[in-house]
């Protein structure tokens, strides 16, 4: 059975990566994709060979699913269009710069009777999934606490408007913390306080982004009676020979787990001194799902799919940390998040 899919929006950075896996398959037929901005555009396509068209379009093809790259504020028109046409969808993380927008798009799924997929694909590690395992066994004993660090080079240099508040709805808080929140998530674990610091772009880097976040430090108050931090920076500098780093140490009564996803490597010289990683692609396994959620969409999700209450509830730690960041006091989450 081959799949109709279309890329609505292409301006984050992973829209390339998801072109050049899908376009690679013969069970997928890629029907192009849709874009705003007409430099954007015009480069996707270029690079992709996809072609661009209308949104209205695009979706009167009849794709099967979608995966929702634009701007992060620009993402709850394209699910509700998708959801209109009946295509399920894969949506970008953060799903929303806002609460309301997310809810939003339950709202418009719901009634449409499409499923919801965010784009976390740090479930589908091999490391992440055995360390879900040994968590629920009770094998590590009880979690005291989790130490977190997803650092990166700032994407803004690809993608401008990932240090545009008014599009992303934050600087690297926004970008980095929703990954760390999930794999809490996924062990098992909910928030119930949360306190932040971020720190803005120096003026003197870039003058026009000082508003933006750059780096930051978020604690949690986890319902277990454990605590975790989350180091969220676009700390690395341009020549930085790894992209980025995402890592937790977990500390339980009976051991301790430090995950670090994308430490293996092969040191590169040449033009350009580089680390090389290797290992399964996390983004092939999590689109390998999404083929399998619109083949059989009435089908359990596999053990790394995460649905719209996953990437709701990592947006609600965002924005708890952009308020206490703001108020510079702690602020609680309700326990209990299960919005109608």
Same mark, same amino acid.
């Given at each position: 059975m081959t799949l109709r899919l279309a890329l609505l929006g292409v301006a984050h950075v992973h829209a390339h990566a998801y072109a050049t896996l899908l376009g690679g398959r013969e069970d997928v037929e890629l029907l192009g994709f849709c874009e705003e901005d007409p430099d954007t555009a015009r480069a996707f396509s270029q690079a992709s060979g996809l072609k661009p068209l209308p949104l209205g379009e695009l979706l009167a093809s009849g794709p099967q699913g979608v995966i929702v790259c634009s701007e992060t504020a620009r993402h709850l028109p394209l699910v509700q269009a998708a959801a209109g046409a009946g295509a399920h969808v894969l949506c970008e993380k953060p799903i929303a710069a806002s609460e309301s927008d997310a809810l939003s798009m339950k709202?418009?799924?719901?009634?449409?009777?499409?499923?919801?997929?965010?784009?976390?694909?740090?479930?589908?590690?091999?490391?992440v999934q055995a360390l879900e395992r040994q968590m629920r066994s009770g094998n590590l004993g009880a979690a005291l606490s989790y130490s977190g660090v997803n650092h990166s080079v700032a994407p803004d240099r690809e993608a401008p408007w990932f240090s545009q508040p008014a599009l992303s709805g934050g600087g690297a808080g926004m970008d980095h913390i929703v990954h760390l929140a999930d794999l809490l998530r996924f062990?098992?674990?909910?928030?119930?306080? *949360?306190?932040?610091?971020? @720190?803005?772009? =120096?003026?003197?880097?870039?003058?026009?982004?000082?508003a933006t976040d750059a780096a930051g430090l978020v604690t949690l108050r986890l319902e277990s009676g454990a605590t975790a931090s989350i180091d969220c920076s676009w700390s690395r500098p341009p020549g930085y020979p790894r992209w980025g780093q995402l890592r937790l140490d977990v500390t339980a009564s009976r051991g301790l787990v430090s995950l670090d996803l994308f430490a293996g490597h092969l040191k590169v010289s040449g033009a350009r001194y580089g680390w090389a990683g290797y290992g399964p692609d996390l983004n092939a396994l999590m689109l390998e799902e999404f083929l399998r959620l619109c083949r059989w969409p009435e089908q359990d999700g596999g053990p790394g799919r995460a649905d719209w209450q996953d990437g709701y509830e990592a947006l609600r730690v965002v924005r708890a940390a952009y308020a206490s960041?703001?108020?510079?006091?702690? *602020?609680?989450?309700?326990? @209990?998040?299960? =919005?109608?």
């Open positions: 709202a418009a799924c719901e009634a449409a009777g499409v499923q919801f997929m965010t784009a976390f694909p740090a479930r589908f590690s091999a490391d062990l098992g674990e909910r928030p119930v306080e *949360v306190y932040a610091r971020l @720190l803005p772009v =120096p003026e003197w880097v870039l003058p026009e982004a000082a960041a703001s108020s510079g006091q702690p *602020v609680r989450l309700s326990p @209990l998040s299960n =919005p109608s």
